[in-house]
């Protein structure tokens, strides 16, 4: 076994520094900003994943955990990429006690889980697909509500919706969408209309379209602009000078 403080120095054993500077400023650390403190070792997804491929079998889930738990930005990812490839396997193998076991650890983990990054690096395949095996768990349904929830597991919720779009149950994405369109937050309003967006692109547009229908008027600019992205360019134009024209009248 793999334990959390060897594959932790090999990741610092990989550190640049000049890196580690740009991504600061990238994933917005500075006072206020929404990475605050965040601290980085300078190593790009590759490096990183070239660690998961190599530790993730022989790395108990305590392990990961601790991981997880670490300051260091690339670290966390790591392991929220080991629990990641875990559950694939479990899942792979019909194992639904192993699924559960990190799945549950995956959700005690989210005041670690705090940049955009991370999120969606590990939400779409572990709590997207738990939801598609779990159809009966509505704890996402609450994490989307701004009351008591942060900024990330809110991101969780609405980015987890992307597996469930491919398993036929793309209402989700909408339902949750709209209960978005007054956050204060841009991060959410992507997140939104970056899933709308992959609805249209499974076929949902009739649904997209009555979806813009009823709210493009409340709609922040930018989930507008990415709902639309896959659009022909004249309906994408229509609906931004809908919200353009019901906006400011």
Not at 140 to 160: C, F, K, Y
């Amino acid at each position: 076994m793999i334990d959390a403080k060897e594959i932790e120095m090999t990741l610092l054993s990989m550190a640049d520094e000049r890196q580690a500077q740009q991504m600061l400023r990238f994933f917005k650390t500075g006072a206020g900003e929404y990475g605050e403190g965040d601290k980085f070792l300078g190593l790009r997804n590759p490096q990183v994943r070239m660690v998961v491929k190599e530790a993730w079998k022989a790395t108990g889930i305590s392990e990961a955990e601790k991981l997880v738990k670490s300051p260091l930005h690339e670290v966390r990812l790591c392991g929220l990429l080991i629990l990641l490839e875990q559950y694939l396997k479990a899942m792979n193998v019909k194992d639904w006690v192993m699924t559960q076991k990190i799945f549950d650890t995956y959700i005690s983990l989210h005041p670690f889980i705090n940049n955009w990054d991370l999120v969606d690096l590990s939400a779409i395949k572990i709590v997207g697909n738990h939801e598609v095996l779990n159809p009966g768990i509505e704890l996402m349904d609450d994490w989307i509500n701004p009351e008591g929830h942060t900024l990330w597991q809110q991101r969780i919720a609405m980015v987890s919706t992307w597996m469930l779009i491919r398993n036929r149950r793309a209402d989700v994405c909408f339902r949750r969408a709209e209960k978005l369109l007054s956050s204060p937050h841009d991060l959410l309003h992507k997140a939104a209309g970056w899933m709308l967006r992959e609805a249209w692109k499974k076929g949902y547009k009739e649904e997209l379209r009555d979806f813009l229908f009823r709210n493009v008027s409340s709609m922040p600019a930018i989930m507008l602009s990415y709902a639309c992205e896959k659009m022909p360019i004249d309906e994408r134009h229509r609906w931004q000078q809908k919200r353009k024209i019901q906006t400011y009248s």
